[in-house]
C-alpha cells in the first residue's frame, strides 16, 4: 500500500483473490486494488455488501433437538455446553470418534487460518482427531502423480512459469483450458494477476495455443486460441488417439523415452492394440471423443518437434477415472521429448491457480504450529459421508486396505461441506448420523445451518493478520477494517476458551494472545529470511508498511529441469527415479479401474434415453467456491436470483428454453433451478452450472428438497475417482433440463433462521 493510501484512512489487506486496502467513505466500506495489480480481481466487489449483510452470522446458536437431550443453556453458556460434550467424546469414545477433517479454503490470514486454528485445537485438547488426506482440488492427481513423476505441488508449482511461456513456448495445449477467473485466485493472497498480459505477449511472439474444453471461455481472447471441444470426460481418449498418429508417423521422441523414461514398450504394445487388440488409432478416438480424426492426427502435426508444452486442469482429474487424464498427459509430453526444457513438456494445473507459472519465494510462508494428532485413521477427503454411513466398511486407497472409523463429532471451521461435497441429499443423511456436529461460520452457510452448535466467528475484514503465499513475493499486513458483526469472535478466541474448559489452554495459547502471535509468527519469516541472508525490519515497520517484498528463487524449472540436466545426478522421487510411464508399483496394487499404465476406461456416468446432457459444475467466475456468495458482485452476476447455467442454442431450443428462462435441472440424485444463458460459449450436449450457489432447499423437510437457486451438487456423484486415489468426482454428472414455467419459489439462503432456536 502507498503511503498515502494509508494516510486517506485506507488500511491494506488481502484475500485469497487479491491484495488490496480497505477504509470508510460515507459510512461506506470501499475497496480497492492493490496498484501494483495488472489485472485485480472483480471478486473483491464482494466485500463491501457482504460485510454487514444479514446472512452473516451474530450470536451463538445451539438446535433445539440437539438440547433437548441434554442440559439447557443459558446466556453465552453455550462454549461449557460444548466444552462438555467435546469431553463426553473425548472420555468414552477417544479422540478417534472426533472428525477434525475441516477442509476448506477458510480466509486468507496466515495466522486466523481456520483449519489450522482447528486442528491445533483438537491435537492439543483432544489427543487428535481423524483426519483427511489430499484435497478436493487434486484429489486423483496428487496420488498418482507421486508414483510417475513427484510430488503435485512441485510439479504444479515449481515446474513452466508465464515468464517462460513468454520467452519460449512455441505450442501450449492446454486439457480443461487456463480460465482466467481460476488464476486470479491463489491462497493466501495474490498480489499481481500476469496471467492474461502473458498469454497476449506470448501469442504476439508467435506461440499458439490450443483449447481443449467444453467451454470456450476457459482460454481468455488474449490467447487466440483455437478450440477443441471433446466430449468431457474423454480426454484421455483424445490424448492416446494424438499418441498413436505421432507413433504412426514416426515422431515420438525415442531417444528420450530411452533415456528419462521407464515402461515405453509396455504401453506402448497397448497404444499399438497388441495387448487388447484394439489400437488406438485417430479414428479410435475420434468415435469416442467426437473430435475428427484428421483433427487428431493434425494435433500430433502441430505438437512434434516444437517446443510444446502439455498442461491438464485439475477438473479433469475431479472425474472417473481422473488419475488416467493426468498420467496420460505426461506421457504425452514425455513422448513430444520437451520435458525439462523452457516452456516445454508437461505442467499439471498451470493456470488452474495464482500459485502456478510463478517464482517461488526463498522462503516458505509460515503457519500456527498443529502439534501432535495420536489417531492414526484418515480418509481420502471427499470420503466423508461413506465414512458418517458405514463406519467399519473397509475400502481401498493407494494400496492399503482401510476401515472407516465410527465417528460421533464432527468439528468444522473454515469450509463448507454443503458448497464442497457431491450428491448433497447423501450428505444430509451422512450428517444425521453423528452425536453433534460442531461449526465456527462467519455467515449461515448450509453447514452452519446443518450444524447442532454454530458459533459466530468473525471474518477476514474484521481481525489483523498477516497474509502470504511461496509464490507470490508481496507479504501482507492484514489490518483491521471494521469491528467484529455482532457477538462474533476469532477462532482463535473461541478455542482458547474451550481449551481453557478442557484443560489445554495454556498448552493452545502458549500465552499469548492473538497480537502476540502476530509478533512471533512474523519474527519467524523474519529468522528464515535472515538466515538465508536477506534483512527484513522489524515488526512494528512491516505493520505500519503494510507490506514487505519477499525476495524470490530465480526462474530455475525446479525438479524437472535439474533432472533432465542431469537424470542420474537429480534423479526422480519415484521408485525407477525416472519418469514411470509403466508404474510396478501402482500394477502391483491389482486396480482394474487404475492399472500399472494410463489406460481408457469408459466412464459409467454417460447419458441415457432420460437424461441427455452432460453437466459440468466448474469453479464459479463470481466467488471464491461458496465465500460471500451473498456479496454485490455474485449477487450482480446472478439472474432473477439464480445462478446461470449456460446451455447451448441447439439444446435449448429442442427444450424450448429461451435466454433468461429459469429451468430445472435433474436427475436420480437430486434437482435445482438456475437460470438459463443460451450460448454457443458452451458446446451442444453440454450444461455448464458452476459451483459456489449457495443449498437452498424449498422444503428442508423433504427427503430430496429442490434446491431453488442453482448448487450443483444436489446433482453430482458421491464416488471415487479409483480405488488408487478415492479422488472427488464433482465436475462431471448426467442430467436433463426442462423449462420451468411454476411460481418462481423465493430464495431463503441467505436469511437467518428463526430465532427460536437461540441458545439463550
Ligand atoms: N461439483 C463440484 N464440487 C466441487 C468442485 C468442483 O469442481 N465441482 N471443486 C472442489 C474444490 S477444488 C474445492 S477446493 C472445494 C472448495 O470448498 P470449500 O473450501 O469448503 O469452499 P469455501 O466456500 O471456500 O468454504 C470456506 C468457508 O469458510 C468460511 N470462512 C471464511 N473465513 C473464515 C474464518 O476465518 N473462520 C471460519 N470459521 N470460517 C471462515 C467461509 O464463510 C466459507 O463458508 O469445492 C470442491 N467442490
Ligand atoms: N474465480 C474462482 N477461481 C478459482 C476458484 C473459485 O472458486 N473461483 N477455485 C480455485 C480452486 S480451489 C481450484 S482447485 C482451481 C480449480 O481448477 P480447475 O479444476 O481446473 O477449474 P474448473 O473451473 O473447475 O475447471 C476448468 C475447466 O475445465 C473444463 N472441463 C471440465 N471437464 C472437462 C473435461 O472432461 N475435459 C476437458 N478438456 N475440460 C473439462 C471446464 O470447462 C472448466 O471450466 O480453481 C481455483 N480458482
Ligand atoms: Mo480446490
Redesign the pocket.
Known sequence: MTKSQADNGFRPHSSHWGAFSAGWQDNRLVVKPHPGDPDPNPLLQNFPAALRHPARIARPMVRRGWLERGPGPDGDRVLDLLGDELKRVRDTHGPGAVFGGS?????AGRF?H?QSQVHRFLNMALGGYVRSVN???AGASGVVLPHVLGPVEQISRRNVTWEQIVDHSEVVIAFGGMALKNSMVGAGGISRHVERGSMRQARARGCRFILVSPLRGDLPEEAGAEWLAPIPGTDTALMLGIAHSLVAAGQHDVAFLERYCVGWEVFEAYLMGRTDGQPKTASWAAGITGIAAEVIDGLARQLAGKRSLVVVA??LQ?AEHGEQPVWMGLVLAAMLGQIGLPGGGYNYALGALGHTGRRANVVPSVGLQQGRNTVRDFIPVARIADMLLNPGQAFDYNGERLAYPDIRLVYW?????F??H?DLNRLRRAFTRVDSLIV????W?A?ARHADIVLP????LERDDFGTMSTDPLMVAMHKIAEPYGEARD?YAIFSALAERLGAGAAFTEGRNAQEWLRHLYSEMRDMLAEKGHAAPDFETFWAQGELMLPTMPDDGGMIRAFRDDPVGAKLPTPSGKIEIFSATIAGFGYDDCPGHPVWRAPVDVPDARHTLRLV???PATR????LDFGGHSQAEKSRGREVVRIHPRDAAKRGIADGDIVRLFNPRGACLAAASVTDGVMAGVVQLP??AWYDPEDPAEDMPLCVHGN??VL?RDVGTSRLAQG?T??LTTVEVERFDGNLPPIQAYEPPVPATAAE
Open positions: 477442509y476448506g479454503w477458510a480466509s486466523h481456520a484435497s478436493y482440488s485439475h477438473a475431479r471451521g473454515g469450509g463448507n461441506p458448497h464442497h457431491q465456527h461460520e462467519t455467515a452457510t453447514t466467528c468473525t471474518m477476514t477462532d459444475a466448474n469453479q471464491l467456491h461458496s465465500q459451483t459456489g450443483p451438487n453430482t472427488c464433482g465436475q
